[in-house]
């Protein structure tokens, strides 16, 4: 088979692309993985035809492929080729599906540490992570990349349609982990986007979150009669022909046992079993299968419906699979932060556990700059931090630096991303916020305030800010020195006060 005839198939889409010439497309994309990697576009195309058309169990000589290909690009000198991450991608998502979460969590890893993954990549990444975690029982863990897909939402540059998957997720991962405000937040921004956006496939996605989130929540109360109703709209639409289903499987997982009891057993087995037949992930299945076997009562006919050989190896698999992949997941997770202790690209600033300056300078290079962009930027400056280093030791200093970060999360960090830069120094990035830049920090020095050490220190930071809105000829550079020219003119009024400051600069 040439390279022709295979881009032909492509243009085709799923309509010749078969089992009998599938073995002829893996021979050819194998031999070009051994030699050039000239068509790893192709072969990404081909692969995602054969997932959605003929499913994982075809998948093994492409998964082989990708491999190989993933394996030249690791050992190629091109730092900036844009197909590797996309490699690791298809491994993360075949390793999901066939339930090996310590290999899927491998290659979260790997997107995460690319330093150019594209956003797309890297925000499924986060997903998937977040996905794993909960299908394991992690909140801790799981809180954490929350967090994180949190700060890259507020500055990735994608289309509104995955922005709204991103929300989502966030909306079900603080469900997950138990933050009702959070969660609440995000479902209500799921509502803010351009009417045109909420498609079948989006507003079926959207309305599977909310009721799995609802669920998620409430678990110990009982589901409402709207509740009820959504849940029968849902499958009785036949919504399944969208495809999404697929992908959001595992879901309505937490949504079938909080209405058990309250909608007759019959649906849930329908339900259950719609759900199987177009899941794609044995992980989904697995979840599936124990849910009818561990918690509905079947009776023999139905029990005769279901193959019972492949039923029963599905259900030995799933009882003892959880709890091995919860050690393979923390075994990887330790693995990985063992390593990123020795990168200097490091992103975390270790006394605050914030971003720091590395990660602020990525942040800076990542903020949207077209005609709709509208951005603020914030730089603080602890006051009189070297007067409490000299006085009561670097603990004390220590102590001031995080009562500073934990102001600044519960006013600024709200509405965007925030990062530690320097020994007393601090910046924040909002975007698209609705909230007045000058309210935020007003309530940032109402918030230091409140804060006092055991010497009876308090706490005050010069701030400066400076807003896209006001300066629409600027370059984000430029933002950032009319930020840090006004924090410096707050700092030197600070310091006329009550004495003069030796790091400001001289005229």
Same mark, same amino acid.
């Given at each position: ?34 030699? /050039? ?27 082989? =492929?990708?491999?190989?290909?993933? &394996? ?24 999901? $599906? ?16 690319? !330093? ?64 009702? !405000?959070? =969660? ?96 794609? $992930? ?22 005769? /419906? ?12 799933? !009882? ?12 990887? @997770? ?75 999360? &519960? ?17 924040? @990035? ?7 830049? !000058? ?22 930071? $010069? ?10 000829? =600027?370059?984000?550079?430029? @933002?950032?020195?009319? $930020? /840090?020219?006004?924090?410096?003119? /707050? ?17």
């Amino acid at each position: 088979m040439t390279i022709e005839e295979i881009r032909k198939l492509l243009e085709e889409d799923q309509e010749s692309l078969t089992e009998s010439n599938l073995a002829e497309v893996e021979r050819f994309f194998e031999a070009d993985a051994e030699s /050039d990697c000239a068509y790893v576009e192709e072969f990404l195309g081909v692969y995602e035809i054969v997932e959605r058309t003929l499913g994982l169990w075809h998948l093994g000589g492409l998964h082989s =492929c990708t491999q190989k290909y993933a &394996a030249r690009m690791e050992d190629s000198l091109d730092s900036e080729n844009q197909k590797l991450p996309y490699l690791y991608l298809k491994e993360m998502d075949f390793y999901t $599906a066939l339930h090996s979460y310590s290999e899927a969590f491998r290659f979260v890893n790997l997107i995460l540490d690319l !330093e150019n993954a594209p956003d797309y990549c890297v925000a499924a990444a986060l997903i998937q992570a977040i996905d794993l975690f909960m299908a394991c029982g992690m909140k801790e863990e799981a809180g954490q990349y929350v967090d994180r897909t949190r700060t890259f939402a507020l500055l990735c540059d994608l289309p509104d349609t995955y922005k709204l998957i991103l929300d989502c997720n966030l909306m079900q991962g603080y469900a997950f982990v138990g933050d009702r !405000e959070k =969660c609440r937040f995000y479902h209500r921004k799921l509502y803010s986007y351009d009417d045109e956006i909420y498609d079948g496939p989006l507003e079926t996605a959207l309305r599977i979150f909310s009721l799995g989130s609802k669920a998620l929540l409430e678990q110990d109360m009982m589901p409402s009669p709207e509740d009820l109703t959504e849940l029968k709209n849902l499958f009785g639409d036949d919504l399944t022909s969208y495809g999404v289903f697929v992908d959001y499987a595992s879901t309505v997982v937490p949504i079938f046992r909080w209405v058990k009891g309250y909608i007759p057993d019959e649906d849930l087995i329908r339900y259950s079993l719609k759900m199987i037949d177009v899941s794609a $992930a044995i992980s989904d299945k697995l979840d599936l299968y124990a849910f009818l076997m561990d918690e509905i009562a079947l009776d023999a006919v139905q029990e005769a /419906d279901i193959h019972w050989e492949y039923y029963e190896t599905l259900r030995r698999y799933y !009882e003892n699979s959880v709890e091995n992949h919860r050690y393979e997941l923390l075994g990887e @997770i330790v693995s990985h932060e063992i390593g990123r202790q020795y990168r200097k690209d490091s992103l975390t600033d270790r006394l605050t556990q914030t971003g720091n300056r590395y990660a602020y300078e990525r942040a800076l290079d990542r903020i949207p700059t077209g005609d709709d962009a509208t951005y603020t930027i914030f730089v603080m400056d602890v006051n009189g931090l070297k007067q409490v280093n000299d006085t009561y030791g670097h603990a004390a200093g220590d102590a001031f630096i995080k009562g500073a970060s934990e102001a600044i999360e &519960a006013t600024l960090g709200r509405d965007g991303a925030f990062f530690r830069t320097g020994g007393d120094e601090f910046a924040a @990035i909002w975007i698209d916020s609705v909230t007045k830049p !000058e309210e935020a920090v007003l309530e940032l020095h109402a918030k230091l305030s409140e804060w006092k050490d055991s010497y009876g220190n308090v706490l005050s930071m $010069a701030v400066g800010f400076a807003s896209q809105a006001d300066h629409k000829d =600027c370059s984000v550079k430029e @933002i950032v020195r009319l $930020a /840090d020219e006004a924090m410096y003119a /707050d700092k030197r009024a600070y310091y006329t006060r009550n004495g003069r400051d030796r790091r400001a600069p001289r005229n």
